[in-house]
C-alpha cells in the first residue's frame, strides 16, 4: 500500500516519513499504529494518532456520527490514558479505535479480564517490581536496550500465565547476549569494558593527550639526561609508563628528521597520537561489527522482547484502568433484539472529580435484563426510545454521557463503569450535546449531522440532549417529535433529553417518558436531586429551588428584593417552605449533575 493511501498523509507528511524512516519502514509504522516512530520522523503526536487511528480502525471511527461523539471517546481516551505503564502504551491507548466485529470486541475483553485476575493476584512485592521495571523502561525511553532489560525483570518475577505468558517464553541466554551487544553499542559509539583492547587504546590515548612536549624536555632535561641516545631511551621509558603502549609502537612513532630535543618529543607525540588514534578507530570498527553481528543473530529474540513487553504494558494499562473505575465486562445483544442497559453506572468524568461517592444510575432500553430499578424508578419498559425529562442541573445530560461512555468502551472491547450492562453494537453513534443558538446555521448542520444516521442501514443509538436549544420553542417541539418519530420508525435506540416533554403529544407507542426529580436543598442551599429516571414519569424543571437559593444567598437588599419578585412569580409559599425543609434537613449528596 503507497503511504499516500493512507487517511492524512499528504505530499509533505509523505516525503518527510519518506526521508526520515523510508517508504517500507514508514507503511510498516502505520500498519503496526507505531506512534513514536512516526513522531521521530517529525509529526506532532497529535497528527500521527489521527492517522494512525484511521489506519488501524477506520471502519470503527465511523461508527462516530457526530462531532460531539467523538469529542466523548477522545475524553474517554484521556481517562484510560491517566492509566497507562509507559508512554508507549499511553500511545497504543491513543489509538484504539471502536471495534465493528462483536468477536473481537469479545476478544479484548477476555484479554483485559485476564489480566486484571493475574494483576490482582499478584502480591504486593511483585506489583511493585513490575511498576518498577516499566518506570525505568520509561526513564530509559523505550530503547531496545531497555525492553530486553525490562523482559528479563519480569521474567524474574516468575509469573507465567495471562498478559506475561510471552516473556516466559523468551530464551534467557539469547537476551542476555543481546543485553551485552545492546548496552556495548548504545550511544554514539562502543560503550566502555565491552573490548580491552579498545580501552586500553583509548586509555593511551587519552593519557597522550594530557602529555606536553616542552615539559617532557624540561622533566628529562632535570633528570640529567643530555645526550641523544639517552635522551631517546628515557623518552621510551617515559611513555612506556604513560601509556602502558608496547614498545614497538613507540619507536615506530619516534621521529627521525628533528631539529631538537624540544621538535623530536614534539613529533614522536604527534605521530603517536595519530597511530594509536587510527588502532583505536579500527578496533572500534571490528568490535561494532562483531557487535551488530550479535544483535542480528539475536534479532528475532530482541524482536520478541520488544513486542512482550510492550503488550504486557498495554494490557495492564487498561486492566489499572478497569480497576481505578471498579468497570465489569459488558455483555452484548443482537441487533435483532438491540437494547442498552446499565445497571448501577457511574459517570467517568464525575467519578474521576468529584470528591464525594457519585450517585449510581439505572437504566434501559430496547430487549434488556433489567427485571426492575431502584423502588421509587419502577421497573423499565422494552420501548427502544424515551423522551428524559426533570429537574434543572438534575444530570439528564450526565445520564446521557455516561450512556455514551458505556457504548464507547464496550465497542472498543473494554469493560465499562457499571455494575451489569448490555450493549447492542450501533453502527452509529449520535451524541448531540446541547448548543445553544437561535441560528438557522446551527439547526440545518445539526439537522445534517443527526438525522442521516436514522435513515441509513444499520443501528444507530441516538443521545441528543435539549434538542430545542437552537431553534425556538414552538418549532422546536415540532421537530422533536419529528426525531423521535424518526427514530422509533428506523428501529433505533435513542434518548432525548427535553423540556417540552408535555409538547411532544402524541408520543409513538414505542417510546416513553422518563422523569429526573429534584427534591429541594440542603442546608449548604446545594440542590437535592435524586439523580436516578423514575420511568414513565413525566419529571418537571424546578426554578423554585433555584430561586429559593437565590433569595437566601442575596447579600445586597436591592437584589434580594428582585430575586423576592421572582419568588412571587414561581410561588412565593413554594420558595419559603423550600427554605425552611433546608433549614431542618440533615444533609444528602451534594454531588450535582449538569
Known amino acids: 500500500m503507497r503511504l499516500e493511501e493512507y487517511w492524512g498523509v499528504g505530499p509533505k507528511t509523505r516525503e518527510r516519513l519518506v526521508d526520515t524512516l523510508g517508504a517500507d519502514r514508514a507503511a510498516t509504522a502505520i500498519e503496526r499504529g507505531d506512534v513514536r516512530a512516526l513522531t521521530d520522523a517529525g509529526l506532532t503526536r497529535g497528527r500521527a494518532t489521527h492517522i494512525l487511528r484511521r489506519a488501524t480502525g477506520n471502519d470503527g471511527m465511523e461508527t462516530l456520527a457526530t462531532a460531539d461523539a467523538r469529542e466523548a471517546y477522545k475524553d474517554v481516551l484521556d481517562l484510560v490514558v491517566e492509566h497507562a505503564l509507559t508512554e508507549r502504551a499511553a500511545d497504543r491507548i491513543r489509538i484504539l479505535t471502536p471495534l465493528i466485529d462483536p468477536a473481537a470486541m469479545e476478544s479484548r475483553l477476555d484479554d483485559v479480564e485476564r489480566a486484571r485476575e493475574v494483576w490482582a493476584a499478584l502480591s504486593d512485592d511483585d506489583q511493585r517490581a513490575v511498576l518498577a521495571a516499566y518506570d525505568t523502561y520509561d526513564e530509559r525511553d523505550g530503547t531496545e536496550l531497555a525492553a530486553v532489560e525490562t523482559a528479563i525483570s519480569l521474567a524474574e518475577i516468575g509469573v507465567d500465565d495471562g498478559p506475561f505468558e510471552p516473556v516466559s517464553s523468551l530464551d534467557p541466554e539469547a537476551l542476555a547476549d543481546a543485553t551485552t551487544a545492546l548496552e556495548a553499542s548504545a550511544g554514539d559509539r562502543i560503550q566502555g569494558d565491552v573490548d580491552a583492547e579498545l580501552d586500553s587504546l583509548r586509555t593511551a590515548l587519552d593519557s597522550l593527550e594530557g602529555l606536553d612536549a616542552d615539559t617532557l624536555v624540561s622533566e628529562l632535561r632535570d633528570g640529567g639526561v643530555t645526550d641523544v641516545d639517552r635522551f631517546r631511551e628515557a623518552l621510551e621509558d617515559r611513555l612506556l609508563a604513560e601509556t602502558d603502549l608496547t614498545i614497538d609502537r613507540i619507536r615506530e612513532a619516534m621521529a627521525t628528521d628533528a631539529a631538537d630535543a624540544a621538535d623530536f618529543v614534539a613529533q614522536t607525540l604527534r605521530q603517536l597520537r595519530i597511530s594509536v588514534q587510527s588502532a583505536a578507530d579500527e578496533r572500534e570498527e571490528a568490535v561494532i561489527t562483531d557487535v551488530e553481528s550479535t544483535v542480528e543473530r539475536h534479532r528475532d529474540a530482541i524482536d520478541d522482547a520488544v513486542t512482550a513487553v510492550d503488550e504486557i504494558a498495554l494490557s495492564l494499562s487498561l486492566a489499572r484502568f478497569a480497576d481505578a473505575y471498579d468497570c465489569t465486562r459488558p455483555t452484548f445483544a443482537d441487533a435483532d433484539d438491540a437494547a442498552i442497559s446499565v445497571v448501577e453506572a457511574r459517570n467517568l468524568r464525575l467519578a474521576a472529580e468529584a470528591d464525594e461517592s457519585v450517585q449510581v ?43 455514551c461512555q458505556v457504548t464507547v468502551l464496550a465497542s472498543m472491547g473494554l469493560p465499562v463503569p457499571a455494575a451489569r450492562a448490555e450493549v447492542t453494537p450501533v453502527d452509529s453513534l449520535v451524541f448531540h450535546r446541547r448548543h445553544a443558538s437561535f441560528n438557522a446555521g ?40 419529528g426525531l423521535v418519530t424518526l427514530a422509533v420508525d428506523r428501529d433505533a435506540l435513542g434518548v432525548f433529553v427535553t423540556h417540552l416533554a408535555e409538547d411532544l403529544d402524541p408520543l409513538p407507542d414505542a417510546a416513553r417518558v422518563d422523569g429526573i426529580f429534584a427534591e429541594g436543598l440542603n442546608p449548604e442551599l446545594e440542590l437535592r436531586v435524586d439523580y436516578q429516571p423514575r420511568f414513565d414519569t413525566l419529571g418537571r424543571s424546578t426554578p423554585e429551588f433555584i430561586v429559593s437559593r437565590l433569595v437566601a444567598n442575596a447579600d445586597d437588599r436591592t437584589e434580594r428584593v428582585g430575586f423576592e419578585t421572582l419568588a412571587e412569580a414561581v410561588g412565593q409559599e413554594i420558595v419559603q417552605r423550600t427554605l425552611a425543609d433546608a433549614r431542618w434537613t440533615d444533609g444528602s449528596s451534594s454531588t450535582v449533575g449538569e
Open 361 to 403: 444510575i439505572t437504566y434501559a432500553l430496547g430487549s434488556h435484563d433489567v427485571e426492575s430499578g431502584p423502588d421509587a424508578a419502577g421497573t423499565p419498559g422494552d420501548e427502544r426510545v424515551s423522551v428524559l425529562t426533570g429537574a434543572n442541573s438534575g444530570g439528564k445530560t450526565t445520564l446521557l454521557e455516561t450512556l
Open 442 to 481: 446551527v439547526l440545518e448542520s445539526t439537522l445534517r449531522s443527526i438525522v442521516p444516521p436514522l435513515t441509513d442501514d444499520g443501528k444507530t443509538l441516538m443521545l441528543v440532549d435539549e434538542f430545542e436549544a437552537i431553534t425556538e420553542p414552538g418549532r422546536a417541539a415540532d421537530l422533536l417529535l
